[in-house]
């Protein structure tokens, strides 16, 4: 992966980042952020959920930045890196993760990589775990994690290093009056 932004920064003299990049398109990046802030602040589905499908995502896809972050609603709803480590091939077996994060992480991997994945077992599984609303929500949220990850890792935007970190989950930003 290259480590050189291939997008430039529309802020004079701040390097290429996500945010800076995005600003190319102010209002677009606006409604994204927006879509992005009530889809976490939204109480459909537990932080914890969303997150595990979230690293899930950031594994198969091999986003840096993605694999690195953790939102601390997720972690404070117990979410700690011992689970987090059972997100790989194989979770299927995990004794960490819940059956309902197994059903969510069957149908991120549908998601991501073929809907015949989703079939039988799994999809009882799920469909025992998680109302329609719930799989709606995931669905939409593995969708924008999905595009996000992509979109930094395509435009050059993961960072060289990065330690794992914690960080505000993401919120509706009111607008400035």
């Known amino acids: 992966m290259s480590t050189t932004p291939r997008v430039s920064s529309a802020i004079a003299g701040e390097p290429a980042h996500f945010g800076s990049v995005l600003a190319h398109q102010p209002a677009i990046a606006e409604s994204f952020f927006a879509l992005y802030g009530r889809f976490w602040g939204s109480d ?18 091999e986003c840096g930045f993605c694999r690195n972050v953790r939102f601390d609603k997720a972690v404070a709803e117990g979410l700690g890196e011992e689970v987090v480590d059972d997100i790989t091939d194989g979770y299927e077996t995990s004794d960490k993760l819940t059956a309902t994060e197994k059903a969510v992480l069957k149908f991120t991997d549908a998601l991501i990589h073929d809907p015949d994945l989703l079939t039988g077992d799994a999809k009882a599984a799920l469909q025992r775990h998680l109302t329609p609303a ?44």
């Not at 330690?163 to 989950?169: A, C, N, Y």
């Open 44 to 61: 459909v589905l537990a932080a914890r959920i969303k997150e595990v499908a979230r690293m899930r995502n950031a594994r198969v896809t």
């Open 134 to 177: 719930q799989i709606a929500e995931l669905g939409l949220g593995v969708t924008l994690f999905l595009a996000l990850a992509k979109a930094l890792i395509t435009m050059g935007l993961e960072p060289e290093v990065m330690d794992r970190t914690v960080l505000p989950t993401p919120a509706v930003l009111e607008a400035a009056e």
